[in-house]
């Protein structure tokens, strides 16, 4: 035990003479010394005041215990585990090596510094790093393992670097991106992708970096796993990242958030607290080099229904012009062609980007002959384009003449991608099989997404935006709200024969016969979600007809909070009646604070 600093000059003469286990992993561990900075706040204390124990643990050899014991003093333990300022605190070691630990305060007059303690640590103790953690970090005991950042093309994450808010704590099993871009979005090169770090538990706990990007260099130093707090800590060498980051954030060493760690993938989060720019937090991206080396990478497909080639040529007649949706003409859309956004309405779309206007798109077309494959474009401002067209088996269109651009919303455009082509993403067919609604995508040059442009057919050159609906009467004082399944999803019941609308509904179930599809635009408000609620929810329409077929979940949409949304059901076969109207949006109830505020209208029931 050290107590005061006559007891320190004695424990240091006999340091050489422990036999202290301490479980951290390692070999020598270099600990720079802090010079204490001067202030002229108060009078600083002598090392000679400094009161604290370092005392091996009598029944296990492998775990150092630390006790700061100066009065009304903040201290700072340097160990092999990194950085504490706990007034007690335990530190476990499980290979031999010569290990150092230093204690400090900091006083009114500044900070006070003891002299470097060192304990020779002869025996292993391989518990400490008996955790599926470890052996996924690093490969297992006598193993190594290298990670390197994620390019995207693993199929596990977009990028090497996500954002997450700082308003809140990011933690393993309860983290939040709130943007995912891709590597070329936050400036990723060659070199960044490069770098490698390898931990290994050959005879300690070892970190060695090669850092291409940082100078070319290769830092070796150890590091130490908190399975407990999910927490990493490194010496002497820093996780890989990328070059353009480091500055950003100052505490690269010490109790790194671990988010997710398996087999294949390790993420961690990083505050980023630099004084030129607003606080966040960083989250990096690893993969397993490994599994990187062996990942045969493929972009995913948009899945297209059997027979779409039929489906998009022989729609009534071989001539079909397409026009742009007036309720949500763009979205963007993942390489499996689902939209990242499902914006329904004008209402719908962010102040970012700003609401359609078909006055500023409204005439364009782009006429469309299967029999000679010809096409004409018509742009806002009346230019016609003449050319022709084909399309292979994947549903890309190539034109032999430019496919012209314009300005759809705001600051996007309607365009090609970069070889001229467009691809069909999603087809919607009526009862018939005729086409009605088709999603084509420019492919992004520098990120795994499209720009998503939402085109509706005018069979035979007509002028008509789509099929015509037929809107149905709904009495809002009879809309039910709320979760009467106890499922902890929020519900809105247009109609339920089990429920407890089917005395008095709010809607004519006789009126409710269809075709094609149903459409139902709703507006909640009154919505308040606790701290930790996920904030985003999938939403859909739950439709069952009088016999029960057709019976399925509408499409899918995306609800954050108060607004006005629309979800849509087509049904397989022709629906007349109904057993079962209701919107589900999933988690949501669970979310809110005060369920029994929420309120909710329904705008609009047009069946087609």
């Not at 520098?446 to 809107?471: I, K, M, R």
């Amino acid at each position: 035990m050290t107590v005061g600093n006559n007891i320190k000059k004695e424990e240091s003469m006999n340091t050489r003479k422990l036999n202290i286990f301490v479980a951290l992993l390692g070999l020598v561990l270099a600990f720079a010394s802090c010079q204490p900075d001067e202030f002229s706040l108060g009078k600083i204390i002598s090392k000679d005041d400094l009161q604290y124990s370092i005392t091996q643990n009598a029944d296990d050899p492998n775990m150092i215990i630390l006790e700061s014991l100066t009065p009304e003093m903040t201290p700072l333990w340097v160990t092999p585990a990194g950085r504490s300022t706990e007034l007690k605190d335990t530190v476990k070691i499980a290979f031999p090596g010569e290990y150092k630990f230093v204690y400090g305060v900091e006083s009114a007059g500044g900070f006070v510094q003891a002299d470097t303690m060192v304990i020779s640590i002869t025996t292993t103790n391989l518990s400490y790093v008996d955790d599926p953690l470890w052996n996924m970090l690093t490969g297992g005991v006598g193993e190594s393992k290298t990670w390197i950042l994620d390019n995207g093309k693993y199929g596990l994450t977009n990028g090497p670097m996500y954002f997450a808010d700082p308003s809140r704590e990011q933690v393993w099993g309860n983290y939040e991106i709130n943007w995912d871009p891709s590597g070329s979005s936050v400036g990723a090169t060659d070199q960044d992708y490069a770098a490698e770090m390898t931990f290994d538990l050959i005879g300690g706990p070892h970190l060695t970096s090669y850092k291409p990007n940082e100078g070319d260099v290769t830092e070796q130093g150890v590091f130490d796993l908190n399975v407990k707090n999910h927490t990493l800590s490194t010496t002497d060498a820093t996780i890989i990242r990328l070059a353009a980051i480091a500055p950003n954030a100052k505490n690269w060493n010490t109790n790194v958030k671990v988010l997710d760690l398996t087999e294949n993938q390790l993420r961690v989060a990083i505050y980023r607290d630099n004084n030129d720019e607003q606080e966040w937090w960083y989250v990096f991206n690893y993969v397993s080099k490994d599994y990187a080396d062996n990942y045969q990478y493929a972009d995913p497909e948009p899945e297209l229904p059997d027979g779409w080639q039929d489906i998009i040529s022989k729609t009534v007649s071989t001539t079909i012009v397409w026009k742009l949706s007036e309720s949500n003409p763009l979205d963007w859309a993942n390489l499996d062609g689902s939209m990242m956004n499902g914006w329904q309405a004008p209402e719908d779309y962010p102040d970012w980007l700003g609401t359609p206007d078909p006055s500023v798109y409204g005439s364009f077309s782009m006429t469309m002959n299967s029999n000679d494959q010809s096409v004409v474009f018509v742009t806002p401002d009346g230019t016609t384009t003449n050319g022709t067209y084909s399309l292979d088996d994947k549903g890309i269109y190539s034109f032999d003449v430019t496919v012209p651009s314009f300005t759809l919303i705001n600051w996007a455009s309607f365009a090609p991608d970069a070889n001229n082509h467009l691809r069909i993403l999603q087809i919607k067919k009526d009862l018939s099989g005729n086409v009605t609604d088709m999603w084509v995508g420019a492919r992004d040059a520098s990120a795994p997404q499209y720009t998503a442009f939402h085109l509706v057919a005018q069979t035979g050159g007509g002028s008509d935006n789509g099929p015509q609906g037929t809107e149905i009467a709904f009495d809002n004082s009879k809309l039910v709200i709320g979760d009467p399944e106890d499922k902890g999803n929020l519900r809105l019941e247009l109609y339920n024969e089990y429920g407890l609308t089917k005395a008095d509904p709010g809607i004519n179930t006789a009126d409710l016969v269809f075709s094609n599809r149903i459409d139902v635009t709703f507006t909640i408000s009154g919505i308040t979600l606790k701290d930790d609620a996920v904030g985003n929810y999938d939403a859909s329409m739950y439709y069952a007809d009088a016999d029960w077929t057709p019976n399925a979940n509408g499409d899918v949409i995306q609800v954050n909070g108060d607004g006005t949304y629309t979800v849509s059901y087509s049904p397989e076969s022709d629906a007349e009646g109904a057993v079962v109207f209701v919107i589900d949006i999933l988690g949501m109830g669970a979310d809110i604070t005060d369920l029994s505020a929420v309120t909710a209208t329904i705008d609009k029931v047009v069946t087609y």
